[in-house]
């Protein structure tokens, strides 16, 4: 039943033409889907598909994993405030930009698609100390700290996931909070995570948001 | 034969003894001369010193002039510039906080008379004057589809190309074309005989190919109007096989500097003879490597491009991680796996 407008918004997505996914949208609710069926049946498998495409087509770009988690993310946000109920979400992350890393492009692909996962996102901006992920983390009683770095300093740095790494350990909150680190860097160096004391990273945006949500459910698991 | 006739050998395939060795180390030289790197950029002649003294301690073919990519947007009226003790420096003001600063940006009528230009005025100087009859001296200038990124952070400058008013987009990158045309008659003025132009924003990795051909081409065209002398087309971190032979057809560009991640047999494979292709380094991995690992990865690269020449061997832009121990045997490895 799904499968022609899922069809058509990814094809308008693909093409980054955020008109034409709207426009999807808005056919599909005067066909009488619902807001909650155009959110879990149409743009979440959308973003899936996005993923499976990334793994499979080298030739998707920044742009498109951008435009397609903006769009996400809108068209998201504007059913949920038709939703009848208000939806349960997955779980919450703490994001942002390491210290002396201004960079914010990263970051804003993986909270567009995490939003229109259903997965609740507190985005701290950028040039964010260590001590600062952790206590938001804390209080908001976030699964995963997402900390972006695009340049090797910012990245390797104490202030980075190193210093988040350091600072679960004092407060023995290794395991109610994970770290998952992405850009560039970690892009050159797929070992590099690791190095830095991160629990997993991500090549791009899109795949980001997915194996974030995974950590989320694993670490409520416990 | 000096790095630069070695180099000018490997670009028009005349016998050279080895391969030339470029080995971007920047950030380096605050360490060589006990500074921050805020006191080492701010005056050419700390650069120049410090790059002199890397090429006698390393040994490696060229010089740069004294880059950082803030320098562009400082040149463009950036305000702040975030410099870390131990990092690259960063642009910390955007210069278009919005889309309607568009219209009433500026460029300098004559960048060889901004404060900004000076120090690398001076820097180029001094390179020139000491070693410029015999090594490269690079310079790096962002072309016009990119350089906005430094100017209004890449998120909305993505927004803008993708789903913002043309219109407005190509009034900023004409504004920023007409920059990077000064920018290259300047740099050659002073000196440069080596020009990375860095065009993520013609590289698959960042936009779709069509645009690339509808309008990021052109633009390349309206940059490099006044000739491509001296031009080595780099994708900034993006990889550049897949538009190769494009700019080969459409800029005449002949040298080229692909991302690590390229096939380095497919980049030989597209260049054919009629130009110049390198093997980067990844140098990131440089960072937890062993010096074998290190010596064993020259010895990949070399051994993929030095056959049939027209290679130069490279790295990216050198992390300040790096131990001194690696970049001491990556150029070990590269002067025995290079010659010829």
Redesign the interface.
């Known amino acids: 039943m799904f499968e022609n407008y899922i069809e058509d918004y990814n094809e308008a997505v693909y093409e980054i033409n955020k008109e034409g996914a709207i426009e999807v949208v808005e056919r599909a609710l005067k066909d009488g889907i619902t807001p909650e069926q155009v959110v879990f049946n149409i743009i979440i498998p959308s973003i899936e598909e996005m993923m499976a495409e990334i793994v499979i087509n080298a030739d998707t770009n920044l742009a498109q994993h951008f435009m397609t988690a903006q769009i996400a993310a809108e068209v998201t946000e504007k059913m949920l405030t038709k939703f009848k109920t208000p939806p349960e979400v997955i779980g919450r992350v703490i994001i942002g930009s390491s210290y002396g890393d201004l960079h914010s492009l990263g970051k804003r692909i993986v909270i567009g698609c995490l939003k229109s996962m259903m997965v609740d996102v507190i985005d701290l901006g950028v040039n964010i100390k260590a001590e600062d992920f952790v206590n938001a983390a804390v209080e908001k009683e976030a699964q995963v700290i997402a900390v972006s770095s695009m340049m090797v300093h910012t990245a390797t740095g104490e202030d980075g996931s190193s210093g988040v790494r350091s600072l679960l350990k004092e407060r023995n909150l290794e395991e109610q909070i994970k770290i998952v680190v992405g850009g560039a860097p970690f892009r050159f160096d797929h070992e590099l995570y690791s190095k830095v004391g991160a629990d997993n990273w991500a090549a791009d945006g899109v795949t980001a948001a997915k194996m974030i949500k995974e950590l989320i459910l694993e670490v409520k698991a416990l | 034969m000096t790095p630069l006739e070695i180099l000018s050998a490997t670009v028009s395939g005349e016998p050279a003894p080895r391969v030339p060795i470029f080995c971007n180390v920047l950030d380096q030289g605050a360490g060589i001369l006990n500074m921050l790197p805020e006191q080492y950029f701010s005056k050419g002649e700390y650069v120049a010193e410090g790059q002199l003294k890397m090429l006698k301690h390393y040994g490696h073919d060229n010089a740069w002039s004294a880059s950082y990519v803030g320098k562009e947007a400082q040149l463009l009226g950036c305000k702040k510039i ?1 410099f ?1 003790k ?3 420096p ?3 003001d955007f210069v278009l906080k919005s889309w309607d600063d568009i219209e009433k940006f500026e460029i300098p009528e004559d960048i060889t008379q901004h404060p900004h230009w000076q120090s690398t005025d001076e820097c180029l100087k001094i390179l020139h004057q000491e070693v410029g009859s015999t090594h490269p001296i690079c310079a790096y200038v962002t072309a016009a589809t990119s350089l906005p990124v430094i100017l209004m ?3 909305k400058w ?2 803008l ?3 913002g008013p043309t219109d407005l987009r190509d009034l900023l990158v004409k504004k920023c074309s007409d920059f990077v045309q000064q920018q290259l008659v300047a740099y050659r003025a002073a000196g440069a005989n080596v020009i990375i132009y860095a065009n993520p924003f013609a590289t ?6 069509k ?1 690339i051909v509808d309008w990021s081409m052109p633009w390349m065209q309206h940059d490099l109007k006044d000739g491509v002398d001296s031009i080595v087309f780099y994708g900034g ?1 993006g990889p550049i096989n897949s538009v190769t032979e494009l700019v080969i057809d459409k800029l005449n560009v002949n040298i080229f500097y692909p991302a ?1 991640e390229d096939d380095l047999s497919e980049s030989k494979r597209f260049i054919n003879g009629k130009g110049l292709t390198s093997g980067v380094l ?1 140098d ?2 440089m ?2 490597w062993t010096e074998e690992q290190t010596r064993n990865e020259v010895k990949r690269i070399m051994a993929l491009g030095k056959p049939g020449g027209h290679f130069l061997f490279g790295t ?1 832009f050198m ?3 790096i131990p001194e121990a690696n970049i001491i045997a990556m150029l070990d490895a590269a002067f025995e796996y290079g010659r010829n």
């Open positions: 975030l870390a131990h990092g690259v960063n642009v910390a952070g890449m998120d993505i927004e190309v993708i789903a698959t990795y960042f936009i779709p190919k645009l971190m690590p990844d990131i991995k960072i937890h990216g992390p300040l991680d």
